[in-house]
């Protein structure tokens, strides 16, 4: 007997695919050649919401540091966003130098934020 499930969308996991692409300056080809796969693929997964393969789907979401808990458990308070992850991404490659500016700018817009509350 099969049961009445409902079935997950992925076109809005494909749209935050394109846009991390992007974001992270992947031309669709490039990360095609990086995942070895057709660059038509991830054209479907992005625009047309096609079902990626679990191995795709795990290249994907970790090369591009996406955060898949807004889209499995989306009335859930998550743990960290595809901004915070990427962000973790990109401070992981900045001196120490250039975390104490991101330290204190972070520390200045915390501050900017609490006076106009």
Known sequence: MKQNKEKFDFKAFGLAIKAA???KGYS????????NIAPR???????????????????L???LDISVDTFFFPNKETGKSTQRRQL?????EVS????????????EVKE???EDE
Do not use: C, M
């Not at 669709?28 to 995942?35: V, Y």
């Not at 120490?96 to 330290?103: A, D, F, P, Q």
């Open 21 to 23: 692409r992007k974001a």
């Open 28 to 35: 669709r080809n490039a990360l095609a050649d990086e995942l």
């Open 61 to 63: 979401v970790t090369l």
């Open 88 to 92: 973790d991404s990109l401070l992981d």
């Open 96 to 107: 120490n130098k250039g975390l104490r500016i991101v330290t204190a700018t972070a520390k």
């Open 112 to 114: 900017v934020e609490t």
């Open 41 to 59: 693929y991830i054209a479907s997964i992005e625009n047309s919401g096609q079902h990626p393969s679990l191995q795709i789907f795990y290249e």
